[in-house]
């Protein structure tokens, strides 16, 4: 497969519910891209928030889920899609 692109998932518990309706509220926040950066040794990975999932479990209780995808592409135009 040519230029796939890996994933991210974060689980936010209704704890972080304000981060979750940050991400969630698009027309209302300063920036219309949302950006997830990991560093973890020596190496690091970023991505764009591509969905926004909310969900509610069995107990009762409820999390968003974000979804992102890895940026190569947006970041590095030089690299050919196909």
């Not at 519910?17 to 991400?23: F, H, M, Q, S």
């Not at 891209?33 to 009762?60: F, M, P, S, Y």
């Amino acid at each position: 497969m040519h230029n796939e692109v890996g994933t991210a998932v974060i689980d936010l518990p209704g704890r972080l519910i304000t981060w979750a309706e940050w991400l969630i509220d698009v027309d209302n926040r300063e920036t219309t891209q949302a950006i997830l950066r990991v560093d973890k040794d020596g190496a690091r990975w970023t991505g764009l928030l591509e969905e926004i999932q909310i969900h509610h479990t069995d107990n009762g209780t409820r999390f968003v889920r974000a979804i992102f995808k890895h940026d190569h592409a947006a970041s590095a135009p030089h690299l050919r899609l196909e």
